[in-house]
Nanobody, 123 residues
Framework: QVQLVEFGGGLVQAGGSLRLSCAASEATFSRYAMGWFRQAPGKEREFVVSISWSGGSRSYAESVKGRFTISRDNAQNTVYLQMNSLKPEDTAIYYC????????????????WGQGTQVTVSS
């Protein structure tokens, strides 16, 4: 059982940046692909970005390409999401998740989830 805890959410003005972190409880973290999803009020949870277990492959939603960057440090059991040029439409609760393949973009394909962290972008 992998436990995930997100950090780094907050309030930022449009055009600003935030860095989210997700710390995993297990050393087996390095065996998992990791993803970030987000859910805005009244909307379904949507895929943002994912990274393979080695960090060598990534997949991005079109809406965040060129603005968001995912990375991981397997020695620290942590995955990061650097978010730049933030827009009000990026406002949501952001969740990290662990799964078997970075190619999965459906939230149901991921096995373990953090509790989420709120990101609010003001205009």
């Amino acid at each position: 059982q992998v436990q995930l805890v997100e950090f780094g959410g907050g309030l930022v003005q449009a055009g600003g940046s935030l860095r989210l972190s997700c710390a995993a409880s297990e050393a087996t973290f390095s065996r998992y692909a990791m993803g970030w999803f987000r859910q805005a009020p009244g909307k379904e949870r949507e895929f943002v970005v994912s990274i393979s277990w080695s960090g060598g492959s990534r997949s991005y939603a079109e809406s965040v390409k060129g603005r968001f960057t995912i990375s991981r440090d397997n020695a620290q059991n942590t995955v990061y999401l650097q978010m730049n040029s933030l827009k009000p439409e990026d406002t949501a609760i952001y969740y990290c998740a662990a799964g078997s393949s970075y190619a999965y973009t459906a939230w149901r394909e991921y096995d373990y989830w953090g509790q989420g962290t709120q990101v609010t972008v003001s205009s």
